[in-house]
């Protein structure tokens, strides 16, 4: 029997470590932006959708890089959301995220603390809507079978559109869009005890195997002829 999943957490539904931690980490305001967001897309689901559709078609009237047919790399210190936001604008297609994720943790650390790049996505769009009941054995973790998709690369069937910003206000209609999300996760390198990672503390980085990892998200993406992506620095975040 699939374990019920909640798209977020009541404050009487913490466990006690999160209570702990949310002494120094404020915690609440997290769990308050993705309850917003949620409620936000379940109120008024078709709608964000076909407006993310409507200015999608708007902005391939505007755009002369639509049809070309030239590669072309872009930099960019820009979050992830906001990078693909820009770049759809300026292309006229729907890009790919791929999400730098943690495979054992059902949306990261976003229901807890500010987290990274996965928490933001997470707070700020659809994504927790995405999660299936047999894709998780509780309310935190992925099943076994979800964890190693994940590690794998797993390209979400499901699209996620912007629904607030990383303020936490709701995104305006005109600048509401839709992308992909391919989610992988590193190679988690941490020395834990009992689960808890130990600070300054790592197992010796692989290269080959970073190298491996990449070239499964690519191919993944070439095999669904996906042809704009947002990229990013995997791996450098907390699984050291």
Not at 15 to 42: C, N, S, V
Not at 82 to 96: D, I, L, N, S, Y
Not at 115 to 130: D, F, K, V, W
Request: glycine fraction near 4%.
């Amino acid at each position: 029997m699939p374990y019920q999943w909640k798209h977020y957490l009541d404050e009487h539904e913490l466990r006690w470590q999160d209570w702990f931690l949310d002494l120094w980490m404020d915690g609440k305001k997290y769990r308050e932006h993705l309850k917003r967001t949620i409620d936000l897309y379940i109120s008024k689901k078709q709608y964000f959708h076909d407006k993310a559709k409507e200015n999608l078609r708007s902005w391939q009237k505007n755009t002369s890089f639509a049809n070309a047919k030239n590669y072309f790399i872009s930099l960019t210190s820009q979050d992830s959301i906001t990078a693909a936001r820009e770049h759809t604008k300026c292309t006229g297609v729907q890009h790919t995220i791929v999400n730098f994720a943690n495979a054992e943790n059902v949306l990261g650390v976003a229901r807890y603390r500010v987290g990274s790049q996965e928490e933001s996505i997470a707070r700020q769009t659809n994504l927790s809507a995405t999660i299936e009941d047999d894709e998780i054995k509780d309310e935190f973790h992925y099943t076994e079978a979800m964890s190693k998709r994940i590690k794998a690369t797993y390209l979400n069937p499901k699209e996620l559109v912007m629904i607030t910003e990383a303020n936490g206000a709701p995104t305006i209609e005109d600048q509401l869009f839709s992308f992909k999300e391919l989610r992988c996760a590193a190679y988690d390198l941490r020395v834990t005890i009992f689960g808890i990672p130990l600070p300054f503390l790592s197992y010796r980085y692989n290269d080959h195997s970073m190298r491996e990892k990449i070239k499964l998200q690519l191919d993944n993406l070439v095999a669904n002829n996906i042809t704009h992506v947002i990229l990013g620095a995997f791996g450098c975040g907390a699984f050291k």
